[in-house]
């Protein structure tokens, strides 16, 4: 069945230094989105890329989507103490529905002021 | 409107013991579906309700689970004869129309003694 993977599985970093984390598709993925749990929290939705090659912008937060749409990765600029939490891609399960997602194990974010 | 809720948000329950779980979706949302996320972990999908029709179900859902949406709207998660495996957060979502955003619930945290 369809896997994906990300790597780092944690990373802690001081404030001000970048992240990114990397998340890897078995299959070749229509569109792949982006959550951000913060501890003892529920997931949340950052963003959706859907073309070959995207990238996307929020604030400090990049967003990109491989050519062969089967990667992807999010890299945070100057890392804020608010940006703690794990961070998770997920790709559709098949199907028209996009709530029906294969999530990744995430990265967990710590953030040392 | 204040997102999806659910409700308890904690329980414990003795191994053996029925539980059942609530969710209420977004009012405008046709689709729901429930997920598991164990510690350290994505959420895993377990089912997937469009209007009051339930339409996938994992194969993590073994025969002990039973999911409902008799009307549409709110949608119970029933767990007989539960185990210490069971143990974890079910999440709950939704989307609605074209939107492609999940959007999650604060969970029901399980734990089976």
């Known amino acids: 069945g369809q896997q994906v993977m990300q790597i780092p599985q944690y990373q802690h970093v001081q404030e001000g230094e970048d992240f990114t984390t990397y998340c890897n598709s078995s299959?070749?993925?229509?569109?792949i989105q982006w959550y951000k749990q913060r501890p003892g929290g529920h997931p949340v939705f950052l963003i959706q890329?859907?073309?070959?090659?995207e990238v996307k912008k929020q604030k400090r937060l990049t967003f990109q989507f491989g050519e062969a749409k089967k990667n992807s990765s999010l890299h945070i600029t100057a890392t804020q103490t608010t940006d703690v939490g794990t961070y998770f891609c997920?790709?559709?399960?098949?199907?028209?529905?996009?709530?029906?997602?294969?999530f990744g194990q995430g990265t967990i974010l710590t953030v040392h002021p | 409107d204040t997102g999806v809720s659910q409700d308890p948000r904690h329980k414990i329950t003795k191994r053996g013991q029925n539980v059942t779980f609530r969710c209420d979706p977004i009012?405008?949302?046709?689709?729901l579906y429930w997920y598991r996320q164990t510690l350290g972990q994505g959420p895993e999908f377990l089912t997937y309700f469009q209007n009051e029709a339930q339409l996938e179900k994992s194969r993590l859902l073994s025969d002990r689970f039973s999911a409902e949406r008799p009307k549409g709207s709110f949608s119970t998660l029933e767990i007989q004869r539960t185990e210490q495996g069971d143990s974890a957060m079910y999440l709950c979502a939704s989307t609605g129309g074209l939107n492609t955003e999940a959007f999650f619930g604060q969970g029901t945290r399980l734990t089976v003694v």
């Open positions: 890329l859907v073309k070959s090659g």
């Open positions: 997920a790709g559709p399960r098949g199907g028209t529905s996009y709530g029906k997602l294969t």
């Open positions: 299959t070749t993925l229509s569109n």
């Open positions: 009012s405008e949302h046709n689709r």
